[in-house]
């Protein structure tokens, strides 16, 4: 597997240089995408600008890897133009996979994500500090 990769305080970018996510490419990128994982990065993004296809074993590791980041409380982002590409990716059945045209929006989509799972974890506090809250004193 051809990539670069960035990591950021929020995200790990990886860039793909490979025109087909198929043959060793799926178990490469799951063994990348695991050892992020151990790193502590929930969030990573993947441009897939140069990839035309993506092979049944590309999905079915797709579709881990979008599970593991969302049980991190992360995001799976692919970034991509190619309208075949995400035809076929939607067709997949791969839940809650976000794919967004440029690098950029996906970044912001990983901010957002982080905001939500902030306010989502306050709102948790606020109401376990509620106690007894509605309870019927005997």
């Known amino acids: 597997m051809n990539y670069t990769i960035e990591k950021n305080e929020q995200y790990a970018l990886i860039r793909l240089a490979d025109g087909e996510f198929s043959?060793?490419?799926?178990?490469?990128?799951?063994?990348?995408?695991r050892s992020l994982f151990r790193e502590g990065y929930s969030n990573i993004i993947v441009d897939m600008a140069p990839v035309q296809a993506v092979d049944q074993a590309g999905v079915a590791t797709i579709r881990k890897i979008n599970r593991q980041c969302t049980n991190e409380v992360g995001l799976l982002v692919l970034v991509t133009k190619n309208d075949t590409l995400i035809d076929f990716l939607d067709k997949s059945n791969i839940g809650d996979l976000t794919i967004l045209p440029t690098v950029e929006e996906a970044v912001d989509a990983v901010f957002m994500n982080e905001l939500e799972n902030d306010f989502r974890s306050e709102e948790d506090d606020e109401y376990d500090a509620g106690g007894s809250i509605g309870r019927d004193a005997d």
Do not use: G, K, R, T
């Open 23 to 33: 043959e060793e490419i799926p178990a490469d990128f799951e063994n990348l995408s």
